[in-house]
């Protein structure tokens, strides 16, 4: 059974960090990409970060300088580390992994709120 379980959201004053988790199981982890999208009220989910598996990153233009995507193969486990965030950057934050454009597994979301 394949999950995806996200895990270090919350709240946190502007400028402030969080470093987001995502665990997998049940499927090869090595071998897939793993990215990190996020979804705030009223807007479509948007990509913020990538990395496939020869660790490759792409960023949102929004995030890049900001956030860094990283990957452990040997702990099934992809993160974001999210620094000097914004009110803007308040939003789900969703684990996805993909190998193909039909094999794709979605985590159910971590809530990161930014505010003073």
């Known amino acids: 059974q394949v999950q995806l379980v996200e895990s270090g959201g919350g709240l946190v004053q502007p400028g402030g960090s969080l470093r987001l988790s995502c665990a997998a199981s049940g499927f090869t982890f090595s071998n897939y990409a793993m990215s990190w999208y996020r979804q705030a009220p009223g807007m479509e989910r948007e990509l913020v970060a990538r990395i496939i598996p020869g660790r490759r990153t792409q960023y949102a233009d929004s995030v890049k300088g900001r956030f860094t995507i990283s990957r452990d193969n040997a702990k099934n486990t992809v993160y974001l580390q999210m620094n000097s965030l914004k009110p803007d950057d308040t939003a789900v934050y969703y684990c996805?992994?993909?190998?193909?454009?039909?094999?794709?597994?979605w985590g159910q979301g971590t809530q990161v709120t930014v505010s003073s």
């Open positions: 996805k992994a993909d190998r193909t454009a039909a094999i794709v597994y």
